[in-house]
């Protein structure tokens, strides 16, 4: 009986050997499958300084169409961001400073990447409460994905032929970012 038992448990332990090496062949298989299939996800596109920034169209908050090389032969300022941000927040009166001393001399762009809270309305509301009033629109993440932005505020500086100069991604002083702007008037 003993002897029985014994080929009936070897019998039955290499059944489950051939079963758990099966198993972890195939779970071997999908890991190697979801591995390539995840690097085959192209990294987000990064807009490096020195680059021709990407050309875009966006509708702004009062119904009409920002386009970036509509704005060559001046200087632009982009600047992604987002209401709920409270370093958006804290870069505004910032940027509101910076536009009323040369604001007449370089356009500026705030675009939105949250387009499921900030409405035109808020929008509006925002740039008003914080005296920032600019061309203002709303990303649908396509311009983000873009320009490789990953964080808010994000602030690009183009020269007047829209070569990238400076990314600034947290909030900036002042004397940065007019010493930044003034090199491309």
Known sequence: ???????????????????????????TA??????????AIPAPAVVRVGQLA?????????????????HRGRPVLIEFMTTSCPACTQQAPILSELWSRHGVHADFLSISIDP???QPSI?????????????????????MQTYGVTATPTIFLL????????????????QTLENSLLALL
């Open 1 to 27: 009986m003993r002897t029985e038992s014994r080929t009936v448990r070897r019998s039955w332990v290499k059944h489950h050997k051939r079963r758990n090496y099966a198993v972890l062949g195939i779970v």
């Open 30 to 39: 999908l890991l190697v499958v979801v591995i390539v299939a995840i690097s």
């Open 54 to 70: 990407p050309d875009f169209t966006l509708p702004d908050i009062n119904n009409d169409s920002f386009h970036l090389y509509g």
């Open 116 to 118: 499921a809270r900030d």
């Open 123 to 143: 929008l509006s509301a925002y740039a008003q409460q914080h005296n920032m009033p600019w061309t203002w629109a709303i990303d649908q993440r396509q311009v």
């Open 159 to 174: 020269d007047k032929d829209s070569v990238v100069k400076n990314r600034f991604v947290g909030v900036q002083n002042l």
